[in-house]
């Protein structure tokens, strides 16, 4: 939450289950959390019902290591019922990707493996969004983004070269890459202009009477 790094998982469907098998690909690719927020949805709640559980039965099973699964456990931490706001800062970027992500695939249906694809190139233009305002210095030309703290550089691949061909006709490969190009076109029109400084009706104006 600090980087506003963003982490996009695919799952089948929303039980308990399915959304520990995205926890556990969360954790091998990105570490293991010792804390996690989330609002009060059903799914959650089962999830950290059941891992507290596994945690209870794995300390009952192997005593010698109950000190380092005692540090290790998951700290599960739920924001106030019917108060979305105290997760904005994970709701925005919730809302910000299904807001493109409708809008470029439209009626398409994609199979699971496209869709997991598509998600993944989406997460990549999400965390190569600029956190901050450019500063004026010509050495300073490459923007802070949330893939510098992940990676150490922005996420972006090359660039794939345009075709004029209808999207009907396209493979399937090549639609998943006009979907990922129409997400970035509308995350830079419709978000990055809203980070450009505006100095109007934010300084004070010293109006001079030139009375003679």
């Known amino acids: 939450m600090t980087t506003k790094a963003i982490h996009l998982e695919a799952v089948t469907d929303l039980t308990s289950d399915a959304f520990l098998s995205a926890l556990k690909r969360l954790f091998a690719r990105r570490g293991k959390s010792a804390h996690m927020y989330s609002d009060n949805g059903t799914t959650f ?11 209870e039965l794995a300390i009952k099973q192997n005593n010698e290591v109950a000190s380092i699964l005692a540090a290790d456990k998951i700290e599960w931490h739920f924001i106030p019922p019917a108060s979305p706001h105290c997760g904005g800062i994970w709701e ?11 809008r470029t695939i439209g009626e398409s249906k994609l199979t699971y493996e496209e869709m997991t694809t598509l998600l993944h190139q989406i997460e990549a233009v999400l965390n190569s969004r600029p956190l901050c305002t450019m500063n004026n210095y010509v050495e300073n030309i490459e923007a802070l983004t949330p ?16 075709t004029d061909e209808r999207t009907s006709k396209l493979d399937h ?10 997400f970035w076109n509308r995350w830079k029109h ?8 505006r100095n109007k009706w ?9 009375r003679k």
């Open 45 to 55: 709640i089962g999830a950290a019902t059941k891992l507290d559980k596994e945690f």
């Open 173 to 182: 490969w090549n639609h998943i890459q006009k979907m990922k190009k129409d």
């Open 92 to 102: 925005a970027g919730v809302k910000s990707m299904k807001h493109h992500l409708k």
């Open 202 to 210: 934010q300084q004070q104006m010293v109006v001079q009477n030139n």
């Open 190 to 197: 419709e978000y990055l202009t809203t980070l450009q400084k």
């Open 147 to 162: 893939a510098h703290f992940l990676i150490g550089r922005p996420m972006l691949d090359d660039p794939v070269p345009t």
